[in-house]
């Protein structure tokens, strides 16, 4: 059985110390009452919710699965996760961040990125639910007609219903402008809507009356890729005009995916079978409705990235401490045991001081993301929501592709400090290892957000959000310029943001000479940056560690980690950078 603690003080520490949340929130429009003290009494609730009831089914959830009844087409989900979305439902807490008129709390992102943070780490599986319903009712507050909000937007708020996200097809993936699935013209202004999804995420299940589908299909006329393709309201039941569940529709889980990891989460195949659906939003304009909200949903998936790391740390330091395994090189430190514990070994610290950089470095850019993502939406004028918009833009692939993929580095590390136990199932640790995989793989592979990064954010958009980034780091150095206590972060941070602009220049010229330098560095751009991204932050914590009036022990740990992640793992900036600059050369056709 594997432990679990919200990190309460180091989210604390990031969304004040380090990033100044409260001073941002509060002077947003309308943010006059998300102080401190409200903050931190929504972080400890969610934090007892989690450890209470989400962390104790984490592994008898994955042990057990989904289980699919084929006769009844029905997803039966693990023990104790309809009992959590339950509580949490009563909570209040599916309609955090929603809008007070739909029924929600309209708390700022940024306090949801940070109880997001504490669900999943709890329970990633179970966290699926809540996030799928999410991204739909964002969906429906952007695009939705003001009955369509009525009906459907307000009970998933209130935690009844539940919605699901069906893009993906068999020959659709990364491609959507390859989608089949066709809508029909039907009576009253409805839709028929029928073809099959894969990989639906809550597809089906039971711990909501009603499921909510927000899918995506071509009308008759609609032309070919990616410019033909509508959005559509589906629901399992259909609604009464007095919101009460009429018949059944015409949709249904014909199978759930058997899965490496995340099995308490239905993944399921959809198939539609003439249902009757209703358009969202414009026609042939669905694909770019989805995108409006896809920000948000690689969010809440670089967050995920964060939760496992976080379990995984917390585990293995907690494992590191006890296990009494050969003796320090520089003699006994604990003489009178049979053995020293695996903390005495500058191996092991190698990995758990990985494992933290990652976690804490990663925690810091998904905060500071989801603020911006406040900023952009309610910040008080005009030119402050464009550069806040600008930031979001560039930073979104940073935060759910570098995350996603540092988790299975942290997660990775996080197992080898058990050594063979960690293999082993009851370790609970191996767990967290399949859970991750997936994170690199939806919401856009890492391959998807690099060229994003580089061929969307810097190369069409001329790097409008990166620009700003830069001024801020450049500023940064600047003030710190003479604080004799940070010279060792500045100088390589610096450096490096100075590199960072001229590898990004010339490359920008070697695409515009050949276009296929774009795919050959994307990959290793999105690294380069992230690695730069996370000097930066990490120079912030300990400009805030020094300044703040925390334990000595408390600042100590920020400096040693920001020491050890600036000499040990900003260089790999430099093997990035001799990989982009090699060119698309080393990337020969094959047979
Ligand atoms: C557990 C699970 C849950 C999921 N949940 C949902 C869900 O709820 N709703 C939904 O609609 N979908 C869902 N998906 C689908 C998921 O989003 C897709 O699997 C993902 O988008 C990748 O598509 P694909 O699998 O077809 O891979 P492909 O698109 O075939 O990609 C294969 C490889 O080629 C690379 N590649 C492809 N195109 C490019 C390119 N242009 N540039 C660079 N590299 C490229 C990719 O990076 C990848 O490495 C889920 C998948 C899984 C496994």
């Keep these: 059985m594997t432990i679990y603690k919200a990190p309460l003080d180091d989210l604390r520490f990031a969304l004040y110390d380090v990033l100044g949340a409260e001073q941002i929130l509060t002077s947003l429009q309308g943010g006059e009452g998300h102080t401190r003290d409200l903050v931190d009494a929504v972080l400890e609730e969610a934090g007892r919710l989690s450890e209470a009831l989400l962390a104790p089914f984490n592994a008898s959830g994955d042990e057990e699965g989904c289980r699919y009844d084929k006769a009844t087409q029905t997803v039966t989900t693990p023990k104790g996760f309809k009992e959590a979305f339950k509580a949490f439902a009563e909570g209040g807490w599916t309609g955090l961040t929603q809008a007070e008129h739909f029924g929600g709390q309209a708390l700022p992102n940024a306090i949801g990125t940070a109880t997001t943070e504490i669900f999943q780490a709890g329970n990633l599986s179970w966290s699926l639910y809540p996030l799928l319903s999410e991204g739909a009712c964002h969906a429906m507050e952007l695009h939705g007609t003001k009955e369509q909000q009525d009906t459907y937007l307000k009970p998933i708020v209130e935690g009844r219903w539940t919605g699901t996200m069906c893009l993906t097809e068999p020959q659709a993936g990364s491609d959507l402008g390859l989608l089949k699935t066709r809508a029909e013209p039907g009576e009253n202004g409805t839709y028929k809507i029928t ?22 299909a071509r009308l008759p006329d609609a032309p070919a890729g990616s410019r033909g393709i509508s959005m559509f309201i589906v629901p399992k039941f259909k609604v009464n005009a007095d919101g009460s569940l009429g018949s059944r529709n015409t949709v249904a889980a014909s199978n759930i995916e058997h899965k490496m990891g995340l099995r308490g989460s239905a993944t399921c195949v959809m198939n ?9 939003g414009q ?11 896809m920000n948000a ?27 009494l395994q050969g003796r320090s090189l520089s003699g006994p430190k604990f003489p009178e045991k049979p053995a020293d514990n695996l903390l005495v070994q500058p191996d ?18 998904l905060l500071y993301t989801s603020l911006q993502t406040d900023v952009e939406a309610h910040g008080v004028d005009e030119a402050t929501r464009k550069n806040a918009s600008d930031l979001v833009a560039f930073l979104i692939p940073i935060a759910k592709g570098l995350v996603t993929e540092l988790a299975q580095e942290a997660t990775k590390e996080a197992l080898q400090v058990y050594g063979g136990h960690g293999y082993i199932v009851e370790s609970g640790v191996e767990q967290f290892v399949r859970d991750a995989r997936i994170i690199t793989l939806y919401e856009g592979t890492t391959g998807i957000q690099a060229a994003d990064l580089l061929g969307r954010k810097i190369l069409q958009l001329q790097g409008a959000g990166f620009k700003l980034f830069l001024q801020e780091i ?22 490096t943001a100075k590199e960072w602009a001229d590898l990004t220049l010339a490359l920008a010229q070697r695409v515009q000479a050949n276009p296929e330098e774009l795919g050959a560095a994307a990959m290793d751009y999105l690294y380069y940056s992230g690695y730069a991204t996370l000097a930066y932050l990490w120079a912030r914590s300990v400009a805030a560690a020094n300044a703040g009036n925390h334990a000595e022990a408390f600042k100590q740990a920020k400096r040693d980690t920001a020491a050890f992640y600036f000499a ?10 001799a990989a982009i600059e090699a060119g698309v050369e080393t990337l020969p056709a094959l047979a």
């Design 195 to 216: 073809g099959t999804k894969i990989f639906i995420s809550a597809g089906e299940h039971d711990l909501a009356e009603n499921i909510i589908h927000l899918v995506l």
């Design 568 to 577: 040990r793992m900003l260089p790999r900036c430099r093997m990035h950078k």
């Design 283 to 293: 026609p042939h304009k669905g694909l770019a409705a989805m995108f409006t909200m």
């Design 297 to 323: 949903a690689r969010l809440g998936v670089g967050v995920q990235g964060l939760a496992l790391s976080e379990r995984a740390l917390q585990n293995s330091a907690n494992y590191a401490r006890e296990r």
């Design 348 to 365: 092991v610290r190698r990995m758990l001081l990985t494992q933290r950089a990652i976690v804490e470095g990663s925690r810091a850019l």
């Design 272 to 280: 539609f079978d003439a249902a009757e659906g209703y358009l969202i």
């Design 474 to 495: 450049q500023a940064f150095c600047q003030e710190h310029a003479q604080n004799a206590a940070m010279a060792s972060l500045i100088a390589p941070l610096a450096k």
